[in-house]
């Protein structure tokens, strides 16, 4: 049943053209939302706003590491925002080029700060909102050969937890999320970069699969909710049992 629990309510998702950005977005759209559908190819989230196929959904080109973009874009009416874009990394530290490492820390990290920076103050004048930012298990164990990814999402988690502390009393709640490993266009070009295994991912996780970007948007869609409204600092991991390893 479809139960609209963001019927009203304005909403901005990052990477929104595909993988589990997408699903965030049509997630928000079935329950209610009006969806902004930011990513880099304004060709792919267009297509994603033909397909939702009303006015509650509106398609922009974004660069998260753009500042001046950033803030020309963000709504002032937002209630919902959900930092999902982001790229990877297949390098250990010494083979990891200082490109590379700025490259990785500038979407994963600057442009989560970049969205939260602009998006909390119309929120404190809107009476609150809520956030919820992508990090990922990298961010909380280390993988082989995922340097700087790791570092990065490290950062997004304890930066989730320091915009927590310092607007809790504003009624604006973050907390981010910590996917697993997720079949995913993302992952499948991470794999054919590192000449890594589909199925040696899949094995890795107790479960024995990887984790679909609907699973991952649910767990979104409850964190930005009132369901959720006693959560905020919090990092829902949902791996496949990977970290219980």
Request: aromatic share 4%; glycine share 10%.
């Amino acid at each position: 049943m479809n139960v609209e629990r963001f019927r009203g309510k304005s909403a901005f998702v990052t990477g929104a053209g595909s993988g589990i950005g997408e699903a965030v977005a049509r997630a928000l759209h079935r329950e209610g939302a009006r969806v902004t559908i930011a990513d880099l190819s304004p060709d792919r989230a267009q297509a994603v706003a033909n397909e939702l196929g009303d006015e509650r959904a509106l398609a922009v080109a974004l660069d998260v590491r753009d500042e001046p973009a950033v803030r020309h874009v963000l709504p002032d009416d937002l209630d919902v925002l959900v930092n999902v874009a982001g790229i990877g990394s297949t390098t250990s530290a010494p083979e990891t080029s200082l490109e590379i490492w700025e490259d990785v820390f500038a979407v994963n990290s600057r442009g989560t700060f970049l969205t939260c920076k602009y998006a909390i103050p119309s929120m404190i004048e809107r009476g609150g909102g809520a956030i919820v930012n992508m990090a990922s298990i990298a961010g909380i164990v280390g993988l082989r050969n995922r340097a700087a990814y790791c570092a990065s999402k490290g950062a997004v988690i304890a930066f989730t937890r320091a915009l927590a502390v310092d607007h809790v009393a504003e009624g604006i709640r973050v907390n981010a999320v910590c996917p697993g490993t997720v079949d995913s266009p993302w992952v499948q070009r991470l794999v054919a970069e590192a000449g890594e295994s589909i199925d040696a991912l899949r094995a890795r996780q107790p479960m024995g699969r990887l984790g679909k970007p609907e699973e991952i948007a649910e767990a979104v869609l409850y964190l930005a909710s009132d369901a959720a409204a006693f959560m905020t600092g919090s990092v829902l991991t949902i791996d496949g049992g990977l970290t219980a390893v």
